[in-house]
């Protein structure tokens, strides 16, 4: 049998334009016969009807509990059914859209979208857009214009393969053609796989989270497992519920593709680290410093102060003090002001972007510590030393990035109170993976960060576990899965 299933209503309407192993009625797969039910089958769903508890929703709910990869997938099929974009942001999408239309002298656009594609050549880019958005084979589109000149996301449903003319089914099937012949992911042919994962890189990122040769060990090692494992980028959002699991390893914004992509699996029901709720916490320096003073983990001193408030709360805490724009990462967002006149030459450049930022106490120690943590445990430990004549781990204010040293240990070698502060700090966010960074002074710890999306590079944070690193990330996202498919839940099917 074919590796994907193209679900029909009716095998005649198809049968010359699809090859015939590929076909199945709706009903004889809700029926699981001729081997419909086994795994491994991308299963792209073209019924006409997609409205809740139809059984184009039945088809698409059932690949999922069988382990199939559907398209669309059940949540999709919701979401098309229900007026998702009155709390969807859409922004985005709109925003492309003005930029394609902006010539127009329409008020009204239509689309149909075969698989991303549109015969309108000039809108090509925002279908394939939609498309991630709202990944499904046949998709009819409206975009309006307003009285504001701007266009708006209208209208978004899932179109009728049954009703489209002969040309249009021609259409349809070519596009499908190119959608199942994109290249997918390389495994050995005589391997099976026991679930697929994605992982999601930035091969062009100046500062990934981790290096090629770790991504290459978390692939063996996945392959090892048993598990498909696929390098993905920001282009194959619409791919993201056929997959298993999402892993994450490039760098992490609310404003970021990545977050996008974190809450398109969740709502996919992908397992995904980071999760969304994960990056909310960990990327907003203000949410992180008022958790960690609500759950009585040790942290600097911090106030949280608007322009006009900077030099009281500076003095207040005392010369030297640290000050972060909320949403930062690698140390950047990141400043000292060692009086108030240096305070006041930072002011313009620390307010550019921020209408609030963090005035922090100073406490300067020779290296952060970095505990690495999973499901709640300490995973492994490194001591990251500050930059060359500054007191920062990365530093970004000279003609190149400047990296301190660094130093891997066992984390049973780690003081009892770095990996006791590490654990309260990082069970405040949740059970994912994430990087603590403790300062260690004579008479306490002080959690300075939590960090999701940690850095993992081979030959650093792997240098004592080695492969076991990666192996135990892995077990965890592979249970992570298995938790999920022991409470699938099918329910009725039509008759």
Same mark, same amino acid.
């Given at each position: 049998?074919?590796?994907? !299933?193209?679900?029909?209503?009716?095998?005649?309407?198809?049968?010359?334009?699809?090859?015939?192993?590929?076909?199945?009625?709706?009903?004889?797969?809700?029926?699981?016969?001729?081997?419909?039910?086994?795994?491994? !089958?991308?299963?792209?769903?073209?019924?006409?009807? &997609?409205?809740?508890?139809?059984?184009?929703?039945?088809?698409?709910?059932?690949?999922?509990?069988?382990?199939?990869?559907?398209?669309?997938?059940?949540?999709?099929?919701?979401?098309?059914?229900?007026?998702?974009?009155?709390?969807?942001?859409?922004?985005?999408?709109?925003?492309?859209?003005?930029?394609?239309?902006?010539?127009?002298?329409?008020?009204?656009?239509?689309?149909?979208?075969?698989?991303? *594609?549109?015969?309108?050549?000039?809108?090509?880019?925002?279908?394939?857009?939609?498309?991630?958005?709202?990944?499904?084979?046949?998709?009819?589109?409206?975009?309006?214009?307003?009285?504001?000149?701007?266009?708006?996301?209208?209208?978004?449903?899932?179109?009728?393969?049954?009703?489209?003319?002969?040309?249009?089914?021609?259409?349809?099937?070519?596009?499908?053609?190119?959608?199942?012949?994109?290249?997918?992911?390389?495994?050995?042919?005589?391997?099976?796989?026991?679930?697929?994962?994605?992982?999601?890189?930035?091969?062009?990122?100046?500062?990934?989270?981790?290096?090629?040769?770790?991504?290459?060990?978390?692939?063996?090692?996945?392959?090892?497992?048993?598990?498909?494992?696929?390098?993905?980028?920001?282009?194959?959002?619409?791919?993201?519920?056929?997959?298993?699991?999402?892993?994450?390893?490039?760098?992490?914004?609310?404003?970021?593709?990545?977050?996008?992509?974190?809450?398109?699996?969740?709502?996919?029901?992908?397992?995904?680290?980071? /999760?969304?709720?994960?990056?909310?916490?960990?990327?907003?320096?203000?949410?992180?410093?008022? !958790? @960690?003073?609500?759950?009585?983990?040790?942290?600097?001193?911090?106030?949280?102060?608007?322009?006009?408030?900077?030099?009281?709360?500076?003095?207040?805490?005392?010369?030297?003090?640290?000050?972060?724009?909320?949403?930062?990462?690698?140390?950047?967002?990141?400043?000292?002001? /060692?009086?108030?006149?240096? @305070?006041?030459?930072?002011?313009?450049?620390?307010?550019?972007?921020?209408?609030?930022? @963090?005035?922090?106490?100073?406490?300067?120690?020779? &290296?952060?510590?970095?505990?690495?943590?999973?499901?709640?445990?300490?995973?492994?430990?490194?001591?990251?030393?500050?930059?060359?004549?500054?007191?920062?781990?990365?530093?970004?204010?000279?003609?190149?990035? /400047?990296?301190?040293?660094?130093?891997?240990?066992?984390?049973?070698?780690?003081?009892?109170?770095?990996?006791?502060?590490?654990?309260?700090?990082?069970?405040?966010?949740?059970?994912? @993976?994430?990087?603590?960074?403790?300062? *260690?002074?004579?008479?306490?710890?002080?959690?300075?960060?939590?960090?999701?999306?940690?850095?993992?590079?081979?030959?650093? *944070?792997?240098?004592?576990?080695?492969?076991?690193?990666?192996?135990?990330?892995?077990?965890?996202?592979?249970?992570?899965?298995?938790?999920?498919?022991?409470?699938?839940?099918?329910?009725?099917?039509?008759?």
């Amino acid at each position: 049998m074919s590796k994907h !299933l193209v679900i029909v209503e009716r095998h005649e309407a198809w049968a010359e334009l699809i090859p015939s192993a590929d076909l199945s009625t709706a009903k004889d797969y809700l029926t699981g016969g001729n081997g419909l039910s086994a795994r491994g !089958l991308r299963v792209i769903n073209l019924c006409r009807r &997609f409205t809740y508890l139809s059984r184009g929703y039945y088809c698409s709910l059932l690949a999922e509990a069988r382990g199939h990869r559907a398209l669309p997938s059940a949540r999709t099929v919701l979401e098309l059914n229900r007026d998702i974009l009155a709390v969807l942001d859409t922004g985005a999408l709109e925003e492309r859209a003005r930029r394609v239309l902006a010539d127009s002298s329409e008020g009204r656009v239509v689309l149909r979208l075969y698989f991303g *594609e549109t015969a309108q050549k000039e809108l090509e880019g925002l279908g394939r857009r939609i498309f991630e958005t709202f990944p499904a084979p046949l998709l009819d589109v409206e975009l309006q214009r307003e009285t504001d000149g701007n266009w708006r996301l209208h209208r978004v449903r899932a179109g009728d393969a049954e009703r489209l003319d002969a040309a249009e089914r021609l259409h349809l099937a070519e596009a499908l053609q190119r959608y199942v012949t994109r290249p997918q992911r390389r495994v050995p042919a005589a391997a099976t796989t026991r679930y697929d994962l994605a992982i999601l890189h930035d091969p062009d990122e100046s500062l990934p989270p981790s290096d090629t040769r770790a991504l290459a060990r978390f692939r063996d090692e996945g392959r090892k497992m048993g598990l498909g494992v696929e390098f993905i980028t920001r282009r194959d959002l619409g791919r993201i519920a056929e997959f298993d699991a999402l892993f994450i390893r490039t760098t992490t914004r609310i404003d970021h593709y990545s977050f996008r992509f974190a809450k398109r699996a969740e709502s996919e029901g992908v397992v995904v680290i980071d /999760d969304p709720d994960s990056i909310l916490r960990c990327t907003n320096k203000l949410y992180l410093a008022e !958790l @960690l003073q609500h759950q009585g983990v040790p942290a600097p001193r911090t106030i949280l102060v608007p322009p006009e408030g900077l030099e009281t709360a500076a003095a207040e805490i005392g010369y030297p003090v640290v000050l972060k724009i909320p949403d930062g990462s690698f140390s950047l967002g990141v400043f000292k002001a /060692d009086d108030v006149h240096a @305070l006041r030459k930072l002011r313009s450049e620390i307010f550019a972007n921020a209408e609030l930022v @963090l005035t922090q106490e100073y406490v300067y120690t020779p &290296f952060d510590w970095r505990i690495g943590m999973l499901d709640g445990k300490p995973l492994w430990a490194c001591q990251y030393f500050m930059s060359k004549r500054n007191w920062k781990v990365v530093n970004h204010d000279g003609p190149r990035i /400047d990296e301190g040293r660094w130093k891997t240990l066992s984390v049973s070698d780690v003081p009892p109170a770095v990996l006791d502060a590490a654990v309260r700090a990082s069970t405040a966010i949740g059970t994912g @993976l994430y990087g603590v960074d403790v300062k *260690e002074l004579a008479d306490r710890v002080i959690v300075i960060e939590v960090n999701d999306n940690p850095n993992i590079e081979a030959g650093v *944070e792997d240098k004592v576990l080695g492969r076991t690193l990666y192996r135990t990330i892995l077990e965890s996202l592979v249970a992570r899965i298995e938790r999920g498919r022991g409470a699938a839940d099918v329910g009725r099917l039509p008759a």
